[in-house]
């Protein structure tokens, strides 16, 4: 068989057990809506405040009104279920005014995070019952 041939097999192969569609979307978990006010710390910058648009059990998006630089690990702060969240990120993507961040250590947040996530893939399978 000609390596072309192989090639286009694997694609096959590949989309057929989804692996082709996680390399594309990039996501582990799914995202759910969430407006919330967030403050974002850079290194050697001021406090940067902003408002949430989604979270998943991996990270959160938010538009921000000054820059954040990409590649750079902040601190986060923002409520969930009545709890204040102190966490670190990467900042992952921007795209205009919305940031993409990926938690990382989490910490004691990553229970409450998992917790909200859950909550929400709950109701959001309730609703479309």
């Not at 694997?10 to 978990?29: C, P, Y």
């Not at 990270?59 to 750079?72: D, K, N, T, Y």
């Not at 670190?88 to 993507?93: E, I, L, N, S, W």
């Amino acid at each position: 068989m000609s390596p072309g041939m192989d090639r286009r097999m694997e694609f096959v192969r590949q989309t057929e057990n989804g692996q082709i569609r996680e390399l594309v979307d990039g996501r582990r978990h799914p995202r759910y809506p969430l407006e919330t006010e967030i403050r974002v710390y850079a290194r050697n910058s001021q406090v940067v405040r902003g408002h949430t648009v989604d979270i998943s059990e991996s990270g959160i998006s938010a538009m921000l009104r000054v820059e954040a630089p990409v590649g750079e690990v902040v601190r986060l702060e923002f409520s969930l279920q009545s709890e204040e969240i102190d966490t670190f990120a990467v900042v992952r993507q921007r795209r205009a005014f919305r940031y993409g961040f990926q938690f990382i250590n989490a910490g004691s947040a990553e229970k409450i995070i998992r917790q909200t996530c859950r909550q929400f893939a709950l109701a959001q399978a309730s609703r479309q019952e």
